[in-house]
């Protein structure tokens, strides 16, 4: 079965600061990835997705995720927090074999101080 | 345009009531799904529809019962509401069944 650990349920950083938010994955055949976000009271918006192509995944709104398969991880990166950058952050594989549902990580949420 | 609405955003009901959630999507996509997002944020599949057709049923009571009159809509009927039913309730869709999904805004249910 698949999994997705997300390391940190709370992340803290400076505005201008980097963003890093660990996602590691467990998977039995090779995986597709990807990175929600979730402002409050709304939806999940895709912000990246891996998809067996290149290993260093450009996003939306600057963020980008690399897929090291030797460490089961993809972790989502950004140069320069916003403030508009805070919400929470899940981690998702999907289960092709399984009619593409999504398992979710447990979300980190990312908080920006001034 | 929304690409994935939901109707109600929110459903405030009492226990034992029958409720339904309505989900359309507007980009042509063939597959659909139901995500339950309970209190503490973690999200789970419940169903997945391709072409009209039940693909995923996750352990899911039968009191839920999706229906999909048709690929652009796929609807979710709760019998017998349980205080444990109290969660927010995201449809998305994908192009098929290897794709990427878009996620509807959620419906906040609440069981008194």
């Known amino acids: 079965a698949q999994s997705v650990t997300q390391l940190g349920s709370h992340v803290s950083v400076s505005e201008g600061a980097l963003v890093l938010l660990r996602c590691n994955y467990s998977s039995s055949v090779p995986p597709y990835l990807f990175w929600y976000v979730q402002y409050p009271n709304q939806g999940l918006q895709l912000l990246l997705k891996?998809?067996?192509?290149?290993?260093l995944v450009k996003g939306i709104n600057g963020f980008e995720a690399e897929f090291k398969k030797s460490e089961t991880s993809f972790h989502l990166t950004k140069p320069s927090a916003h403030m508009s950058d805070a919400a929470e952050y899940f981690c998702a594989v999907s289960d092709q074999r399984n009619g593409n549902k999504l398992v979710f990580g447990a979300g980190t949420i990312l908080r920006v101080k001034s | 345009d929304t690409a994935v609405s939901q109707t109600p955003k929110y459903l405030v009901t009492q226990m034992g009531n029958d409720k339904s959630i309505k989900c359309e999507q507007n980009?042509?996509?063939?597959?659909m799904y139901w995500y339950k997002q309970d209190s503490k944020k973690f999200l789970k599949i419940m169903f997945s529809?391709?072409?009209?057709?039940?693909?995923i049923n996750e352990t899911v009571p039968n009191r839920f019962s999706p229906k999909s009159p048709d690929k652009a809509h796929l609807n979710l009927h709760i019998n017998s509401l349980e205080l444990g039913d109290s969660a927010v309730y995201f449809c998305?869709?994908?192009?098929?069944?290897?794709?990427?999904?878009?996620f509807g805004p959620g419906t906040r249910l609440t069981v008194t």
């Open positions: 529809y391709n072409n009209k057709e039940l693909i």
């Open positions: 980009l042509g996509h063939d597959t």
């Open positions: 891996y998809t067996s192509a290149a290993t």
């Open positions: 998305a869709s994908s192009q098929d069944l290897l794709g990427e999904q878009y």
